[in-house]
């Protein structure tokens, strides 16, 4: 079975472009999450979709970014326009429906902005 | 708010040394208590849970509420043990938010041949 995958493994943007990453859930897995590490700080949750919709995004920094999750499959998290600050490593976990169930974790893909 | 803290950024260890990997959380209900691993180029996995009370790869970690720990213990190190480890909780079932994770910053396991 596939774990989750992620979209690019890499990416170099300089400030003020956009950037869209992407990642493929387990099959079959309801729950998606994102979550980021900023260099030298703990790994911070940013949201959680329950099918295509939102149940906690309390985590999302601020308004640039987005994350969609269109059908219920693989999720999009768009930065726009990307900051410095934004630098770091992005995780995506998904998990089957149900309270205690295991998420399992992306390889991550990491972004840097210049 | 949640917090979970681990103080060492890195713990070196000589091979079939004891190990432990302090962890001590703040949350105001009962939360659940994990520890995630990541091995050199692998992606982030579970190890293990307070609930399921198992020991997984000779780890053990016993939850602590008068003392808000989870320590995260192996009477022997091995030098495949080498990794990443993060503690991490989320709120109790009957919280809101419950499957939200919140990590430590992470303790980098460094097993000494």
């Known amino acids: 079975e596939a774990g989750v995958t992620q979209f690019p493994s890499h990416s170099v943007i300089e400030k003020g472009q956009t950037v869209t990453l992407r990642c493929d859930p387990i099959?079959?897995?309801?729950?998606l999450y994102w979550y980021r590490r900023v260099m030298g700080k703990e790994i911070k949750f940013l949201l959680h979709f329950v099918k295509e919709s939102k149940q906690d995004e309390s985590g999302m920094p601020n308004n640039r970014f987005l994350a969609e999750r269109t059908g219920g499959t693989y999720s999009t998290l768009k930065v726009q326009p990307a900051e410095l600050e934004d630098s770091g490593v992005y995780f995506c976990a998904s998990s089957q429906d149900g309270g205690r169930k295991t998420q399992y974790f992306g390889p991550g893909t990491r972004l840097l902005v210049l | 708010a949640q917090r979970v803290t681990q103080p060492e950024k890195l713990l070196s260890v000589f091979k079939g040394a004891p190990v432990e990997l302090k962890c001590n959380y703040s949350y105001s209900g009962s939360p659940e208590l994990f520890w995630y691993v990541q091995y050199s180029r692998q992606r982030l996995q579970l190890l293990l849970r307070h609930i399921s009370r198992e020991s997984i790869k000779g780890f053990t970690a016993d939850l602590n509420k008068g003392e808000t720990s989870f320590h995260l213990k192996k009477p022997f190190a091995q030098e495949e043990d080498s990794a990443m480890y993060y503690c991490?909780?989320?709120?109790?079932?009957?919280?809101?938010?419950?499957?939200?994770?919140?990590f430590g910053t992470g303790t980098k396991l460094q097993v000494i041949p």
């Open positions: 991490a909780l989320t709120p109790g079932r009957n919280s809101g938010g419950y499957q939200k994770v919140t």
């Open positions: 099959s079959g897995h309801d729950n």
